[in-house]
């Protein structure tokens, strides 16, 4: 199965849906975020499982834990794929969330997932949230925090792959946004790295968005990525 998710971050759900079409589920798994949840809500994931493909729903819950972990618990009820939260939220609420997961078969349940810092942070703006440390240092230690609380694996930047692989094993997945192939923009994203080079730091999960999404030619952007990960 590919690790490839492409971020689907549409205005339009016709457009959405128009790239969809050309995409095959044997080939990557799909996200929905904040923009197109909030426009087009459940029903547009239940489409998309319905084409047959795995759904990541990306609305980096952050909230008091009886709050978040019933959002959690929404999301299971939709048959998503994955679901995140932000680890800054605290050991309470994402200990509240992989409870609310936990009563579930293995099978029967998503991913959970937390965010540590953002990939279009720069040191200078973690700094100036109040966040001691480099953003390696806070993602580390956002890592251990959800690690210990019982999630899944974190979202990450593929720059700190390796470090928490080594640190925490192979037992917590990685998430990796961030990542430009040598033929894409870097637009908002400041820790960013190719495909190939994320693989091989340890990311389970490539998500890529306008890398794709945006290209002249979809399926043509998707081949060039499969072909430099075979390679
Ligand atoms: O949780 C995420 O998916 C996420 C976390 C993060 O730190 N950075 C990040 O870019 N994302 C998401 O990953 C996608 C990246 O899209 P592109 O920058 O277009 O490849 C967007 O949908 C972001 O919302």
């Given at each position: ?54 759904v ?74 109040g ?12 890592a ?25 094993g ?26 190939a ?22 399926m ?12």
């Open positions: 199965m590919s690790r490839v998710i492409v971020a689907l971050d549409f205005q339009d759900r016709l457009d959405a849906l128009q790239l969809v079409g050309q995409l095959d589920p044997a080939r990557c798994r799909l996200k929905v975020g904040k923009e197109m949840f909030t426009r087009f809500g459940p029903g547009f994931v239940q489409v998309l499982q319905g084409r047959g493909f795995d990541f729903l990306d609305l980096k819950f952050h909230d008091i834990p009886n709050t978040a972990a019933a959002a959690v618990e929404a999301a299971a009820d939709l048959g998503v794929w994955m679901v995140n939260v932000h680890a800054s939220g605290g050991r309470h609420m994402l200990e509240a969330c992989a409870r609310q997961l936990a009563v579930r078969n293995a099978d029967e349940r998503p991913l959970l997932y937390g965010v540590t810092v953002l990939t279009s942070l720069t040191d200078n703006e973690i700094r100036e949230i966040w001691s440390g480099s953003s390696e240092e806070a993602v580390t230690r956002l251990g925090l959800a690690h210990e609380s019982g999630l899944d694996g974190v979202v990450c930047s593929a720059m700190e792959a390796e470090l928490l692989k080594s640190r925490f192979p037992g917590l997945g990685l998430v990796t946004p961030g990542i430009r192939p040598a033929f894409a923009v870097q637009g908002d994203q400041q820790r960013v790295m190719t495909p080079k994320a693989l091989a730091a340890g990311s389970d999960y490539l998500v890529i968005g306008r890398p794709i999404t945006r290209a002249e030619d979809p043509e952007a998707l081949a060039k990525i499969e072909a430099e990960i075979a390679g």
